[in-house]
């Protein structure tokens, strides 16, 4: 399983939901967090529909999309929209 | 269609706005009209009291004809009572305040005095003229209408005047400072900025961007206050710019609402400015020479700030309109104008500071942006329904 964040240094939002998503990130040893600038790794983003709004969680199982988080969560919303899914 | 619909909808809803009310009041006020048939200001200030009286149910007017000798003497005394010696007409006396001439800010200042004594005691001193209890060299205490003093512990005596202003300024100046039209790009350019790892020039660059930002507000707002303060007593103008606030004020509103729908985060808008700027602020930050970088980050800044003012011109725009509805000096307009962007760059200066101490990038939750729509939308159509209504209230004479 892999989770795909998309942000941008230029994004308030992103600026609040990036360092969230790190700390989360040792709840779940077994799965991927790859991280991607919206500017500065065009090519890879462009592979995943972004939206609008930034920043976007993709939450991948098998290569299968299976989640997508748009715009800025809190703490217990990110973890909640997560466990939704893995559990 | 769906575009006239919105536009029926907006004209709608601007109209209904206004509908003239009847202002209903508490105290009786007289007002005394010493004038002459052939003086044509009188004719035009004639017209305008005839308003005033469907206006406001409690005005008295009394009319003078100054060829008849009685009402000439009583003119005279008159005159002599507020230490006026020149002959002219129309003389407008409202309680202990007298106004000669007439032209548009005269009508402005009669229609704030008639306010005033429709909530305030008023001491008829003309009428007491009239029946001898008084006599045209008895000393009478002028009602200072344009602040009411109150006694603060420390301070000491303040009016409303030195409260309100500056009130209105920082909460005015702070949610405008929380829409968030440039602060993507001071964002991007304190990236840029920690990558480099030089602290002194981080501080400078970064300092040039914010003085700079803070510099364009306050010409412009400077500039917008000297225009309002030539055409603010035309009254059409100041209808016009009320309009402007109202539907400002209803397309904030309107972003609240269709926010809630969706999610609260950054809008990707317009890839190809964004890539342009971002590649000139790349080139100026890697520019070898510090005043060569500091002049690209200049203009980057006026540039934005540009961008900026159409983003938000609403509420500056508004707030300049305060301050030239209140007579105030050339200082205590540049001082209120610098609170206001002090208070502006606020978000911008705090996301700074943190940036420079901790290098790394903070953001400020874009919920609050959601709000400042909302906030902003509700003072804008404040300010615009009070400057058709209650034009004397923003120069807060409650």
């Known amino acids: 399983m892999k989770i795909i964040y998309i942000g941008a240094v230029w994004c308030p939002a992103c600026l609040i939901v990036k ?43 098998n290569d299968k999309e299976i989640q997508r988080i748009i715009g800025e969560k809190n703490k217990k919303e990110l973890e909640g929209l997560i466990n939704e899914v893995i559990k | ?53 469907e206006k406001y149910e409690n005005l008295n007017i009394h ?32 309680g202990t305040l007298y106004y000669e001439g007439y032209n548009d800010n005269t009508a402005l200042k009669i229609e704030e ?15 007491e003229l009239i029946n001898n209890e008084i006599d045209e060299n008895t000393e009478i205490v002028i009602d200072d209408i344009d602040s009411k003093t109150f006694n603060i512990p420390f301070i000491g005596q303040v009016t409303t005047k030195d409260i309100s202003i500056p009130l209105v300024a920082v909460i005015i100046g702070a949610v405008d400072g929380f829409n968030p039209c440039a602060m993507w790009v001071l964002l991007f350019l304190l ?14 660059l970064g300092l040039t961007f914010i003085l700079t930002s803070g510099i364009i507000y306050l010409l412009f707002m400077v500039a917008w206050l000297k225009i309002s303060l030539s055409i603010m007593s035309i009254n059409y103008i100041k ?65 934005v700030n540009f961008i900026e003012l159409a983003c938000s011109a609403g509420l500056p725009l508004l707030f300049t309109q305060i301050l030239s509805l209140n007579n105030l000096s050339s200082l205590e307009y540049f001082i209120y104008i610098l609170m206001y962007i002090i208070f502006f760059l606020l978000d911008d200066i705090i996301v700074f500071v ?15 942006n959601k709000y400042s729509h909302l906030i902003g939308g509700v003072i804008m159509v404040i300010i615009g329904l009070l400057l058709i209504f209650k034009p004397a209230w923003l120069s807060f004479n409650f």
């Open chain 1, 19 to 61: 360092p969230v998503l790190k700390k989360l990130q040792s709840n779940y040893v077994n799965i991927d967090f790859i991280y991607y600038d919206y500017d500065m790794d065009e090519e890879e983003v462009n592979k995943y529909q972004v939206g609008k709004v930034l920043p976007e969680i993709i939450i991948f199982d």
């Open chain 2, 1 to 53: 269609m769906k575009l006239l619909n919105k536009i029926l909808m907006y004209s709608f809803f601007t109209l209904l706005f206004l509908i003239p009310l009847n202002v209903n009041a508490e105290n009786d006020v007289n007002l005394y009209l010493f004038y002459s048939d052939t003086c044509p200001h009188c004719a035009v200030e004639k017209e305008f009291l005839k308003e005033m009286e």
């Open chain 2, 63 to 94: 009319m003078y004809e100054v060829s008849d000798e009685a009402n000439y003497t009583l003119l005279s005394k008159v005159k002599t009572l507020f230490g006026n010696d020149k002959p002219y007409v129309p003389f407008t006396v409202i």
């Open chain 2, 113 to 127: 005095t008639i306010e005033y004594y429709s909530v305030n005691e008023a001491r008829n001193v003309v009428s």
């Open chain 2, 191 to 204: 990236s840029m900025l920690i990558g480099n790892h030089d602290k002194k020039r981080m501080w400078l």
């Open chain 2, 239 to 303: 209808f016009i710019i009320a309009l402007i606030a109202l539907i400002g004020g209803s397309f904030n509103l309107y972003s609240f609402y269709k926010s809630l729908q969706k999610d609260s985060g950054c809008d990707v808008v317009n890839d190809s400015k964004r890539k342009r700027i971002f590649a000139e602020i790349k080139r100026f930050t890697s520019e070898k020479s510090l005043l060569l970088a500091m002049a690209g980050v200049v203009t980057l800044a006026i540039s």
């Open chain 2, 354 to 368: 943190i940036a420079m101490i901790t290098f790394e990038l903070t953001g400020i939750s874009t919920k609050l």
